[in-house]
């Protein structure tokens, strides 16, 4: 599933206007994820933080619950 031209263009305007740059989530891969997985770019964004987040004293309820959500697609 590949996002089309306007999708990535609207996933960069997202990222920019979080003062997120593009070197560090490339725009194309970020659209091609949310689509990937049916979600919202705030929603992507959120479940992004909170992986990065978790690190190793991440509960284990948690990382469940991370788990469950990424696989669903």
């Not at 206007?17 to 997985?37: G, H, M, Q, V």
């Amino acid at each position: 599933m590949s996002a089309k031209p306007a999708e990535i263009r609207a996933a960069r305007a997202f990222l920019r206007k979080r003062d997120i740059s593009t070197k560090e989530i490339a725009p194309k891969k970020f659209a091609n994820a949310a689509k990937e997985l049916n979600k919202g770019f705030r929603e992507l964004l959120k479940s992004m933080a909170r992986m990065r987040a978790g690190g190793q004293n991440q509960s284990a309820q948690r990382r469940e619950d991370i788990s469950q959500a990424v696989s669903k697609r």
